[in-house]
């Protein structure tokens, strides 16, 4: 038999990037549209877009951030091909605008990603009737807002437009602690599956990525390190780590390209089995 490969996993720090996986011109001349762009796993999702030749609309609320996540970029890419919009997902008209003027400028939109997020965690007990409605409005009808307002422009794809919804694992299994991004989240896969059929007969792909834990982001801090239940949740991890921005990126890339034309209302789980494993092993 055999030696078996030792398997040691990687504690990363998020600064960490995968080996480029994809041919260089995966995305050339795609335009794409990416909320909540400016930090974490949106901000990965547009270097990696970059990376590939798309233009990258990416938007969030706050200019500063949207300014200097864009620098950023540029040192890293310089090639990059990218524009800011600071708005609200919330609010309906904005995202119009936002995908009216993109199809102004460009003729249409191949790409959008539904990434903008809010989460805390507090019991259900304790949650304000405004603290459900905010979480509900940014996750859940801030997606519908993007997918609604995006339908003209993907509907002018030549390539068949794409619409990634970023949901989480917990949006299958429930989350105490998080009922409002869980039912919101639930909710997303739903929209999800249902405009996969409504729209397909507009050669529009619409697909949930839903990542585990991932390293570095906002939302490993203030859901788990924050409440010093980091440690614990490793144990949870089937492959014992957890992620990095890069993998939920490259699976955007992977479905955004032409090796997804024929893949619509999936739910890509890219968790490293953490919605699998329950303890026995
Ligand atoms: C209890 C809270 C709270 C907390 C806010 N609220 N934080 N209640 N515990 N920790 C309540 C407020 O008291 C208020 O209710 C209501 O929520 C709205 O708060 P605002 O600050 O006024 O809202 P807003 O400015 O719109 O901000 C939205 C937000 C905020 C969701 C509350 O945290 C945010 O902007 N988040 C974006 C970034 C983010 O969350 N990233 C992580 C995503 S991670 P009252 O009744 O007082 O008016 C994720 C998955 C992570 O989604 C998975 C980990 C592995
Ligand atoms: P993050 O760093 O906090 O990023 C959130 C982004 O959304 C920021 O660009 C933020 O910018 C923007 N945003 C927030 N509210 C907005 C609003 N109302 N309108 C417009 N933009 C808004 O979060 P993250 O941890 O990377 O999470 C990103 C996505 O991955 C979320 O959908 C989350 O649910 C999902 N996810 C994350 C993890 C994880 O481990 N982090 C795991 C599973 C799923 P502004 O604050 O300037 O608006």
């Known amino acids: 038999m055999d030696t078996p490969v030792q398997y040691t996993p990687v504690h990363y720090t ?36 970059a990376e590939f030749g798309a233009t990258v609309v990416f938007l969030g609320r706050r200019e500063d951030k949207l300014a200097s996540a864009r620098e950023q ?68 009808n801030g997606t519908f807002n993007g997918c609604q307002a995006a339908l003209p422009g993907l509907k002018a794809s030549p390539h068949g437009g794409r619409i990634l919804n970023i949901t989480v694992p917990q949006a299958l299994s429930g989350w105490p602690g998080s009922a ?16 996969a059929v409504e729209w397909g007969g507009y050669g529009i792909r619409v697909n949930n990525v839903l990542p585990g834990p ?6 490993l801090k203030r859901l788990y390190e924050d409440r010093g239940i980091a440690d614990h949740e490793y144990e949870r991890m089937a492959m014992g780590c ?22 619509t209302g999936c739910d890509f789980m890219v968790d490293g089995g953490r919605w699998l494993k329950r303890g026995w092993v």
């Open 242 to 263: 957890f992620g990095l921005v890069d993998d939920i990126a490259n699976a955007c890339a992977y479905l955004a390209s032409p090796g997804g034309d024929f893949v």
């Open 73 to 140: 970029l540029l040192r890293e890419v310089p090639s990059a091909n990218l524009e800011t919009v600071a708005l609200d997902v919330r609010h309906h008209g904005a995202m119009r605008e936002a995908v009216a003027s993109i199809v102004e400028r460009h003729g249409r939109l191949d790409i959008l990603v539904n990434n903008a997020a809010g989460n805390f965690h507090c019991p259900t007990e304790a949650l304000s009737e405004n603290g459900w409605r905010s979480v509900i409005d940014i996750d859940l």
């Open 214 to 219: 991932i390293a570095g982001t906002e939302g």
């Open 180 to 195: 409002h991004a869980a039912s919101a989240k639930a909710g997303i896969l739903s929209l999800t599956r249902s405009l």
């Open 14 to 49: 998020g600064t960490e990037r995968r080996p480029r996986i994809f041919r260089d011109d995966l995305l050339q001349g795609r335009i794409s549209l990416v909320t909540g762009g400016s930090s974490g796993i949106g901000l990965g999702i547009v270097r990696v877009f």
